[in-house]
Structures are given as structure tokens and as C-alpha cells.
């Protein structure tokens, strides 16, 4: 086991030689050539193995064995570090074993050299992880994940693993994709008398999760605060450039949360810890995208206190400014994307909206006990993407939550939570690819996350 260890670190990755090697130090490594400059003595090779969005200088002697070299193959080097007359540290190759030829003439859809637009790129799913920008993406994402789990552990926060297939749609809005076995001979096979057929998997209409709130609050009932990061589902015919059909969702639960101001406060808190410590570990590929993406790097709400407006001032804000909207207001549903840049661009900075017309939300939201018309809700609204979270104070009275007119029939389970030792709860769920647009500037939510889905394409 120790040997394995010390064998598997001897090849380092590209990322970390600054930091772990001097000049002189032996090292062997791999990776994708990404251009090749050959002068009359040395071969120079342009080197990435996925690490990190720079490139790695490789020097090799111009020998005739050292002429196939080129764009796309796969290397090993080894060989001694030495420093680039640009300071940066560089491999002086000894031996290089080519692992696998490029063939980029043969229809390799991108060139090593272009830089390729999105939408271009998204055309070749399979192959995207070759192109930097999203390289980067990628690595920014796995740890914002970290800095996410970090900091929910350290504030002792259990992580539930929230079921995908569910028999609820905690949001009611009926965007529920269904789920059932596509062999027709096992759910003839698994038939009941009592059950309709496409059913008879599960004994009922199942569903994929939209959202694990309604199981995360079971969760905190026996356990306190929870959270989850978790796939979501949602069957919405949308283009938009901030929707998927398939995402995931940041979602916690907070035991004994009386107050909404708390739980705006809490998710203040927590982006901008969150935020911070991906500046840290990933800053590099955090500007990487940003340039990439033509947008500013400074990211001005971390530095600045949050506001706080309740639904009726913003509304009155909207109404006030009408004629410099695009979309008519309405008071029937939430804001339209351009409302809530306008009242981000009003407040200067990111800014909750509070306490929602209860007919706008869904039902396991706590009712003002001073107007009934209103729940204790919240949504985040931030620069760049509009609505990042949603939340809410959960109505813990069974009587009230049994008597709301949108209350699920098979929710009794949900109701019953309340009954036996029930305390007062309240959270919220934050899209983890509209977080990863907000930091790195990335325009279309379909680069921010590997394998995309949304209306009419669900490639691999
Ligand atoms: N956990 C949450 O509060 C998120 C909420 N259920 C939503 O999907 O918006």
C-alpha cells in the first residue's frame, strides 16, 4: 500500500509543481499536447493534463524520433524542472513516450488554437472537457461542492441523501417529470387488480424530485439542521439561458427557525464564506472563465451588506419605475427576470424580497398569523441571474396546514411530522448552476454543468 502510494505521487499533476517541486527536481508527467513550436535545437510543447487552465512548457531535443510530436497527442515526460527566462518553471524532458496519437485531422471538431463559441462547443458534449473553458468550469464546480460540504460540516449540518424518485411535487406546480419501467412484460408481471398497470412498479405514480425539502424537514424533525445537494428535476418547456431540465439543488433545513430575517441573514452568510474560500482554492480558473466570458471579475456583492424589502415595496418600487420595464407587473405571479435585475440594480446590491402573497407560493409556507394573505417567504434576488434561492419559515401548525386548500391529499405523513414533537423549521433550496454562473460570469447555464438537459435535447 505505501509503495503504491509513493510510485502513484512520483508523476505529479501540472497544478501543483509550483507549489511542491524546486528547479532541479526530477518529474515525470502526462498529458494532451496543446501546441508545438519547434526552434533549430529544441522542440517546445505546450502541455495540460486537465489540471489547471495553464499550460505546461515541455522542452525536448529536436531529434528525428521527437518529429511526430503534435497538437492533440497524449505524453509522458520525464525529465528536470528548470525556469523559463519568464520565471515560471518548465520540464527539461530526457525521454518522452508518446501514449496516443491525436488524430485531430481526422475530424476533430475543434482546433487547438481557435477560440470556439459555446454553442459550438455544446454541439460536441462528448468531447467538451478538452477545451479549456470548460476544463476550468468543471474544476470550479467540484469545488464550489467542496466549499459548499465544508462549510455546512463545520457548521455541523447533517447531509441527507434526498430520494430522486418521489411521490411528491413539493412545489405543486405540476412540472413533475413521471417515472415508470419501460418494460411493458414486467409491469404486466408486476400487475394488481386494484392498480392501473403503468403503475404497478411502485403501486402508484412516482415522480422524479423537483425539489428535497419536504424530505430533508422529516430529516431535521429527528436530527436538527440538515441539508442536501442533490439533483432536481423539472419538466418546464424553457430556452431560457438560467433553466435545465435536470440540476442540482443546495437545499437546508434549520431546526427551530422562528424568524425569516435569520434565515436571510444565514444564506448572506453563507454565499459570501462559500464565495470566498473559492477565491482561495480556485481563483485561477475562476478569472479564466470570467475573461472567457467577457464578464467583470470583481464580483462587488461581497463586499457589501445585503437588503432586505418586503414584496409590497417592491412591487411599489416596480410600480414606480413601470415605464423602464420590459414586462407589465403582475400581481398574480412572481417578478419576470427583468423586475428582479431592475430592483437589484435599485437596491445596489443583492436583496430578499419578503413575505410573498401567500396565493403566489406553495403550501407548507408558514401564514402570517397577523395577515393571512402573506407568508413568512423569502426569494434571494442577486446581480447576473436573478432569483438564486428560495425559502421559507414552514407553517409547524398542523390545523393550518391541514386546512389549506392546496395541501397534497398524500401529504398526511408530512402533516403528522407535526404532531409528534414538532418544532418550528425553515429553509431554503439555492440553484448550484446559477451560483456557478453568478462567480464565474458564464452566460448559458447548459456550460456550467457536464451533460446538459433541457426542452429537446438529452444527449448521451
Ligand atoms: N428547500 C427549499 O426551500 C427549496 C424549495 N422547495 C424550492 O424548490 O424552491
Redesign the pocket.
Known sequence: MLFLKRFYSKTGRLAHISKSHKPGDSLSIQGWIKNVRRLKNNTFLDVNDGSTSSKFQVVVPRTPENQHLSPGSVISAVGQIQVAPNGSFELHASSVKMLAEGHLQEGYPFSPKQKHSPEYVREHLHLRSRVDFIAAQMRVRHKAQKAIHDYMDELDFVQINTPLITTND??GAGEVFRVQPDSASLLKQMARPSVPEEQSYFDGKVFLS????LH?EAMTYGLGNTYTLSP?FRAENSKSPLHLAEFY?F?A?LAHLEELEKLASFIEQMLKSITNRLLETSSEDLHFCQENSNSRSDLPWLQVPWKIMTYDEAVQVLQENKDSLKTPISLNEGFSKDQEFFLVAHCAAPVFVVDWPAQQKPFYMKVSRTNPNRVYALDLLMPAVGELC???LRESDPVILNSHPQLPKDLSWYVELRKYGGIATG???MGFERYLQLVTGVKNIRDVIPFPRYPHSCKM
Request: aromatic share 6%; with cysteine.
Open positions: 413539493c412545489e423537483v425539489s428535497g425539502q430533508l432536481a439543488m437545499e433545513e428560495g425559502g421559507s429553509g431554503f433550496g
